[in-house]
């Protein structure tokens, strides 16, 4: 698969695209997750197109792209990449499929985190998590994102259609919660919008919210007639022909529960079973087969008939959620590996394997600064440049420098290294950090220097590192970026004494 080949299917968005080209996809998408991301965008328009075609195994060759592709964007230092929203509301969705609410509610809480989440993921992970504490009947988790939903509503920027959708699940909220006027104020504004946004699939929506909210609201009153008039053209008409099932387990169930004994219990039956029918999650099969069964009375033949099923269904969710599982572990393995590789390298010189300068500022943020470093701890900064680099790189190639680069870390690695962090800060240039080490670091300077004067590459160069070391026990009344600038000033003292003792021109340094 190439990248042409998936802006071909992009372009055509009536076309069925097959497992297999998904599965080819999905390979060339984790390629490049793998490279510098360059597809991510044609990555999320991918899944969005071919997200109605996804059963569970195709569903999770993405999420190893979503996963690759959200440890690179997390791995961004700057922290503001437009991407990684998009990426977790993919991640909420799969868990979301899989009935992982735990992982589901936990991609939610990460977009909502973010700094810089667009308003559509934002509604999205508000919504889910509505729905969410609705199917788990937690009322007071609800209200408290009920209200938070509805200053989002207030300060969003989001087309109409959104808004619409967005009023409709805060109505559906406060009717959960059981907040009559709220509910009536929602109720009122999902009909105030321009009348050109009521088509087919969205009116009915949103009479399937409205009837839905009422059902939660009116479960101790009889509905009225227009209630029943609405669940009969609903459930009896057009509903499974536009394939919408809002909600489900926390509206639809609830519908029929609030309609029995109104409606024959035959017509419900036929209603349910239809249901039963088309939805594609078999847990949601297993919520009308339990009302079925526990509410409403079926004629002996009919109870056995669909006791069959139920029990047929209940294998097949065992089954299924056997599957879901192992791809949920799996998925939580891959995903804190990937994570965990991407930062190891974030923080890692390639060159050398120890600490990049990243690593080393890192390393520094850490120590506790806030009222100067505390009088019982104490901290020790190496700073090191490797002498003559630039004489080896022009007289033997930058190969001879590496191997120099690299000789200079080993050394470090086997004397200062085996008592604190050290790291590679540019590119002849090295720093370590000791706190409340035991060894005398002037004992340790001594032995860097010795190995590195038994170095000698294939060309006979011998290697030779100015060292300055500056400790808080030494200036108390400094702070750390103090301290790390009297180590820096103490090397190129050390510097200075190498290129008058040796002779060379210090010009041929970098």
Not at 354 to 362: D, L, S, V
Request: charged share 30%; glycine share 6%.
């Amino acid at each position: 698969m190439t990248i042409e080949r998936i802006r071909e299917l992009l372009a055509d968005k009536d076309r069925l695209v097959t497992g297999y080209e998904i599965t080819e996809a999905s390979v060339f998408f984790e390629a490049d997750a793998d490279a510098d991301c360059r597809y991510i965008k044609e990555f999320l328009d991918y899944y969005d197109n071919v997200s109605r075609y996804l059963g569970l195994l195709h569903m999770g060759a993405l999420h190893s792209c979503t996963q690759k592709y959200a440890a690179r964007m997390e791995d961004n230092t700057d922290g503001a990449d437009e991407w990684l929203p998009y990426l977790y509301l993919k991640e909420m969705d799969f868990y979301t499929a899989l009935h992982s609410y735990s992982e589901s509610f936990r991609f939610i809480n990460l977009i909502l985190d973010l700094d810089n989440a667009p308003d559509f993921c934002v509604a999205a992970a508000l919504m889910q998590a509505l729905d969410l504490f609705m199917a788990c009947g937690l009322k007071g988790e609800a209200e408290q994102y009920v209200d938070r939903t509805r200053t989002f509503a207030l300060l969003c920027d989001l087309p109409d259609t959104y808004k619409m959708i967005l009023d409709c699940n805060l109505m559906q909220g406060y009717a959960f919660i059981g907040d009559l006027e709220k509910y009536r104020f929602y109720r009122k504004r999902i009909y105030s919008y321009d009348d050109a946004l009521y088509d087919g699939p969205l009116e009915t929506a949103l009479r399937i919210f409205c009837l839905g909210s009422k059902a939660l609201l009116g479960q101790d009153t009889r509905p009225e007639e227009t209630d029943i008039a609405e669940f009969e053209d609903l459930f009896g008409g057009n509903l499974t022909t536009y394939g919408i099932f809002v909600d489900y387990p926390s509206i639809i169930v609830p519908i029929f529960r609030w309609i029995k004994g109104c409606v024959p219990d035959e017509k419900l039956t036929e209603y349910a079973l239809k249901m039963i029918d088309v939805s594609a999650s078999i847990s949601d099969k297993l919520d009308l087969y339990a009302f079925l069964m526990d509410e409403v009375i079926l004629d002996p033949e009919r109870l056995v008939e669909i006791h069959g099923e139920y029990h047929e269904t209940l294998r097949r969710y065992y089954d299924n959620s056997l599957e879901n599982h192992r791809y949920e572990v799996l998925g939580e393995l891959v995903s804190h590996e990937i994570g965990r590789q991407y930062k190891k390298d974030s923080l890692t010189d390639r060159l050398t394997e120890t600490g990049n300068r990243y690593a080393y500022e890192r390393a520094l943020d850490r120590i506790p600064t806030e009222d100067g470093i505390p009088s019982d701890v104490e901290l020790v900064v190496f700073m090191m440049d490797v002498n003559g680099l630039k004489r080896v790189n022009d007289t033997y190639g930058h190969a001879a420098g590496d191997a120099y680069i690299k000789g200079a870390a080993k050394a470090i690695e086997e004397t200062i290294g085996q008592y604190g962090a050290y790291f590679r800060t540019g590119g002849d240039e090295f720093a370590a950090l000791w706190m409340d080490v035991q060894a005398d670091a002037m004992q340790v300077v001594s032995a860097l220097k010795e190995r590195v004067s038994e170095y000698k590459d294939d060309h006979g160069n011998v290697l030779s590192i100015a060292i300055g070391v500056a400790s808080s026990k030494d200036y108390p009344a400094c702070t750390v970026p103090e301290i790390v600038k009297k180590a820096d000033e103490a090397m190129y003292a050390d510097k200075r004494d190498f290129y008058a003792r040796s002779g060379m021109d210090r010009r041929a340094r970098v």
